[in-house]
């Protein structure tokens, strides 16, 4: 396994590898999530290419990137365990040297859900994202379902770029009580994490309704809040469920959708999501 920080070295050794090349970016602190999707990529490509870079750009000011977790060596021991060829770690200045100038942003997916509460987040997001697929070239990119709205964004932009990769989603990966894995799950103190697996209670309370039938939009946000409700320590900053691939607001969920929430619970901000109506593919985290 080789591990670059040099952008140069990296397109370079890129090259070199066998095709098809699947890269797994990551900002590091990693999870089965993650490791789920090397493991897809290992499966599928010849090649596999791992990013750890923690992005500033896709940070606000009042945000946790001064703390968010970091530990390359472990990162990189896991990786090794999983036959990864290629780990690009840049600097901070590798990736935006003096004089940086230039952002991808996306108009309507990005503001949003997580844009709206976020600002620039998805300007972020995209720029570092097309950054690494012209540096690394992979013929597939793995992402996973519990950043949804991200994988929506990088689907647009990739086609709007006619950028020549294939977006693979793979579902979220849970905890044994539903919580959605996450590098920020650490955050949580013992009694914050004993009540956070109420948010996917919320989620699968209302695809249970779903699945009964039930299409008011409403009714159905209206049955995650329900569940939150019963847990003080968590304060919901929204509930949407929007169609999937413009993430309109909808009245009926009468075409293929994302129910997805974001919530505080002390210092952490989780987010989660399930699709309506339900894979059938359960490789498949998203369309
Ligand atoms: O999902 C993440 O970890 C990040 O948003 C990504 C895609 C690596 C871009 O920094």
Known sequence: MRVIDDVEQTRAYARSLRRPLGLVPTMGALHEGHLSLVRAARRDCASVAVSIFVNPTQFG??????????????DLALLRDEGVDLVFVPSVEQVYPPGFDTTVSLQRTAARLEGAHRPGHFAGV???????FIIIEPNRA??????????????????????PVEIVVLPTVREPDGLAMSSRNVYLTPEERRAAPALYRGLRRATELFEAGERDAETLRQAVRAVVAGEPLIALEYVSLAALDTLDELERVDRPAMLSLAARLGHARLIDNVLLPPPTDTR???R
């Open 61 to 74: 000011p009042n945000e946790d990137f001064a703390s968010y977790p970091r530990d390359l060596e472990r």
């Open 126 to 132: 995209a720029t570092v994202v097309a950054k690494l």
């Open 142 to 163: 793995y992402f996973g379902q519990k950043d949804g709205q991200q994988t929506i964004v990088v689907r647009r932009m990739t086609q709007d770029l006619n950028l």
């Open 284 to 286: 498949q985290g998203g």
